[in-house]
């Protein structure tokens, strides 16, 4: 099955400066890359997704880019702001597993003042 | 408010004693999930369903069932509760079975003693 590393576990970033979080997947035939943002105490929640035909996706701050040769995406957040502050979640999942997202560990990422 | 409702909130659970999480949506999602939540290991599929009266076993199924007599609930038992399976559970839905965002519930926090 599939396997999701994610790196880093913790990041502590001044606000304003970028915060980047890679992920490297195991299955080839992985074609959904989803991002979901979990905010203490609350439900995780999808921030953006890419998919397989896609190298770079942009959302205002956020930004994902996939390298599919190298099985590793990467979530970029730009000007980060105190509200960044959260855990995130990278996952992904082969077009034969139907909707069964398998996710990483987990980073949490901490937004000084 | 549509969403996805959990309960109970949180449980205190002696060892050996059966329990069920209740999960229930109101978005008419064909496609529902239990997932665990515990500190480094990110999110895990515990049991799925792409539609109503079908279910399958994620990546930790054993110890829990669940069944899908309709469209919005969802429950997943715990047959003979033990300390492992203390964690914080999340429910969700989303509204095919196919790269479909997942939507969250507010989760479960189960402690096993």
Known sequence: GENVEQHPSTLS????????????????????FPWYKQELGKRPQLIIDIRSNVGEKKDQRIAVTLNKTAKHFSLHITETQPEDS???????KPYAAGNKLTFGGGTRVLVKP | ?????????????????????RCTQDMR????????????????LIHYSNTAGT??????PDGYSV?????????????????????????????SAYNSPLHFGNGTRLTVT
């Open chain 2, 67 to 95: 069944s899908r007599a309709n469209t919005d609930d969802f429950p997943l038992t715990l047959a003979s509760a033990v300390p492992s399976q203390t964690s914080v559970y999340f429910c969700a839905s989303s509204d």
């Open chain 1, 13 to 32: 970033v001044q606000e304003g400066d970028s915060a980047v979080i890679k992920c490297t997947y195991s299955d080839s035939a992985s074609n959904y």
């Open chain 1, 86 to 92: 959260a855990v995130y979640f990278c996952a992904a």
């Open chain 2, 1 to 21: 408010i549509a969403g996805i409702t959990q309960a109970p909130t949180s449980q205190i659970l002696a060892a050996g004693r059966r329990m069920t999480l």
């Open chain 2, 29 to 44: 999602h064909n496609a529902m999930y239990w997932y665990r939540q515990d500190l480094g290991l990110g999110l895990r």
């Open chain 2, 55 to 60: 279910t399958g076993k994620g990546e930790v």
